[in-house]
């Protein structure tokens, strides 16, 4: 048996170090909680190459006895509980007595410190151990400057992300303390430049305004509401301003940053039949309730909580935002719960008949979760050409099974004609623009074209207008394509299309179902990533701002060369804001927050940019592939089934799904007990 060992003191205070600090946000959090407890009013945290060469934090609180200054980097040094029972109330933001020590085993830390009697200490600390402790002159309050993070620790220090993302975390923590406290003035100078500045007005929609801007915090509803000795007060985004992540929702209790999936389904309840599914609303909420009533020992990062009575909360914050949200319907904001409707053993639930609202502020919805928003006329999808060289079609084998025979437009040409030829299709060549030259006679145009008709036959569906279609003929291209031969799928007939969704085949003794969507999917997916082509952009004259997270924001400027592949054109413009110059075409009329949002779903997490792109790409190709639902006449259902019986590589879409599947005739009539 192995002997068991009593690890030292430098051991311990790395290990507590591991539990407590992850990265320079980590060691920020600690630092700028301390300064709060110290009743600090002006709070400054400066930050170089992300806060691993340096992190300092500065305030102007009550500060420390120049005789505690050393005993406060001692693990276990608390000054904010003395006895048992101070573990059933806390009221600080930090009270385990662990943070300067555990940051201090990691890094090469350096503390001023002052009461303001006119001196102060120094305090010099290496990879736990006290090396230098001095007077010194300082004003009244601490200044803590942490360097070298993990420079004792190499194998932590390797798991550190980019500067970028490494400052974007600390100005998260930033922002959270500013957001819980509107009373202090926030301020963050990242490599020389400030990035955040609050006015410490005691306004929280203040502090909202300068994080996030004027458009941003325009569109927010105030949240104020209470029940027995719980309140809510913060708040709450308009419904029609939701977004597609939780991102920006951002919660407090007892002005402490929590994470609480609780508090999160209170809102998201509140919310429902207001929003269209999938959409999630911005909120800064804090709870305030008894401190007995809220442990918060439940964590070492003091990140979690936990409630003595979590059905009150969910129904304070419930009702609150609920208030909130009748306000924009003309109802009394004075909302009340009646003895009928108080919070007991029964939960809220969803209103059966509610009426659906209409014109109100901020844009047109309604409370129905089934209702979907209105769009325009369902897109169509027709093919686009490319030069395929295939057997003749044997026409009998491919009509529809309602006697439609397949439109001339999609027939392939198998031969070039020569000019002066008389079309096999008269309709094609009545479409194609004719010159003034006598009958018999045809322009060099006239000809190129009718060359470049010769060879056009389907390659894969295209979202397009109707109205545009018309005159599909007009607009063939002359432009030079690669040539692809592949087998031609003979003996199959469309025998419709069921739920909007799946294209019905028969070849055979089978019958195949094929997904239309997953099916373009795929083929926009292979045509993006062979080069053939490439995404296009829609550049805007008014460039609208995006608001997001820091660390959401930093990740997009980090890849902004992937984004371009896009189609996206970024640039930062400060604070908490992205100016979008451009997106892809498919994006257009879209929220630019969601298209930013399904942007990042792309490149975050992924460290090759090889995998990056790859993810774009299937992005771009599923947005711009036919919808499940749209409408599809029997022409487009064939050209699309005969791409996915001719090309082998489209048999599943990108993200691994079934393109198509069969049953045989042998299987369909066990079903009808015609075989045994």
Do not use: W
């Amino acid at each position: 048996m192995p002997l068991i060992n009593r690890l030292s003191k430098h051991m311990a205070n790395l290990i507590a170090a591991g539990e407590v600090v992850e990265r320079p946000a980590s060691a920020a959090k600690e630092l700028v909680e301390n300064s709060i407890d110290a009743g600090a009013k002006r709070i400054t945290v400066e930050i170089k190459n992300g806060g691993i060469s340096l992190l300092r934090v500065t305030d102007d609180g009550c500060g420390i006895e120049p005789d505690q200054a050393e005993t406060a980097f001692q693990r276990y040094a608390t000054s904010k509980i003395s006895k048992e029972e101070d573990l059933f109330g806390i009221g600080t933001m930090g009270f385990r007595g662990e943070a300067l020590a555990a940051i201090a085993a990691v890094s090469r830390t350096t503390m001023l410190t002052s009461v303001g009697d006119g001196t102060g200490r120094a305090v010099t600390v290496e990879g736990g151990a006290v090396t230098e402790n001095t007077e010194a002159g300082c004003p009244k309050g601490t200044t803590i400057a942490v360097r070298d993070l993990f420079y004792n620790t190499p194998a932590r220090h390797k798991f550190l992300k980019k500067d970028s993302s490494e400052a974007a975390a600390v100005q998260n923590v930033c922002t959270r303390a500013a957001l819980a406290h509107p009373e202090i003035s926030f301020r963050l100078i990242r490599d020389g430049e400030t990035v955040l500045s609050t006015p410490g007005d005691g306004d929280l929609f203040s502090a909202i305004y300068c994080i996030y801007g004027r458009e941003f915090a325009s569109g927010l509803l105030k949240v104020e509401y209470t029940l027995d000795e719980c309140s809510v007060s913060g708040y709450v985004t308009r419904p029609d301003a939701a977004r597609k992540n939780r991102s920006l929702q951002v919660f407090f209790v007892n002005t402490r940053p929590v994470k609480s999936l609780m508090l999160q389904s209170s809102v998201e309840e509140a919310f429902r039949q207001r929003m269209v599914s999938g959409r999630y609303p911005v909120c800064f909420l804090n709870i305030s309730l008894p401190l007995e009533a809220v442990d918060v020992n439940v964590h070492p990062t003091k990140t979690e909580v936990k409630f003595s009575a979590e059905r009150r909360v969910f129904e304070t914050v419930y009702y609150g935002v609920k208030t909130a949200l009748n306000g924009l319907d003309g109802i009394s904001a004075s909302f009340s719960v009646t003895e009928k409707d108080a919070p007991g053993e029964k939960a809220p639930e969803k209103e059966k008949n509610e009426e659906p609202v209409r014109n109100v502020p901020g844009g047109s919805f309604s409370f129905s979760s089934e209702e979907k928003p209105l769009t325009a006329e369902p897109r169509r999808f027709v093919p686009r050409p490319v030069a395929v060289v295939v057997p003749e079609r044997d026409e009998k084998a491919a009509k529809s099974g309602n006697g439609i025979p397949p439109a001339k437009f999609f027939e392939p040409v198998f031969a070039k004609k020569e000019a002066g030829e008389k079309s096999r299709d008269a309709g094609a060549d009545a479409a194609l623009p004719r010159s003034g030259a006598p009958d018999g006679e045809l322009s060099g145009e006239e000809v190129l074209l009718r060359e470049s008709a010769a060879f056009t036959v389907l390659k894969e569906p295209e979202f397009i207008d109707e109205e545009k279609q018309v005159h599909k003929n007009d607009n063939i291209s002359s432009e030079p394509c690669d040539i692809i031969e592949i087998r031609k799928e003979e003996n199959f007939r469309i025998a419709g299309e069921i739920f909007g969704v799946y294209i019905v085949a028969e070849r055979g003794d089978e019958v195949l179902f094929i997904d239309k969507h997953a099916a373009h999917e795929r083929i926009r997916y292979n045509e993006l990533r062979s080069g053939a082509e490439k995404p296009s952009a829609q550049v805007f004259l008014e460039p609208p701002v995006a608001v997001m997270e820091a660390s959401d924001k930093a990740l997009i400027l980090e890849n902004l060369d992937s984004a371009s592949e896009a189609g996206f054109e970024i640039e930062d413009f400060g604070g908490a804001s992205l100016l979008v110059r451009s997106v892809p075409e498919e994006y257009v009329g879209c929220d630019i927050s969601d298209a930013l949002t399904e942007l990042l779903g792309c490149i975050g997490g992924v460290r090759s940019a090889a995998e990056k792109r790859d993810r774009i790409m299937k992005m771009i190709a599923c947005k711009t592939a036919v919808r499940s639902g749209d409408k599809s006449d029997i022409r487009e259902l064939e050209a699309l089934a005969e791409r996915v019986l001719n090309d082998p590589s489209v048999r599943t879409c990108p993200h691994g799904r079934p393109v198509m599947i069969s049953m045989t005739k042998t299987e369909i009539e066990k079903r009808f007990s015609r075989i045994v």
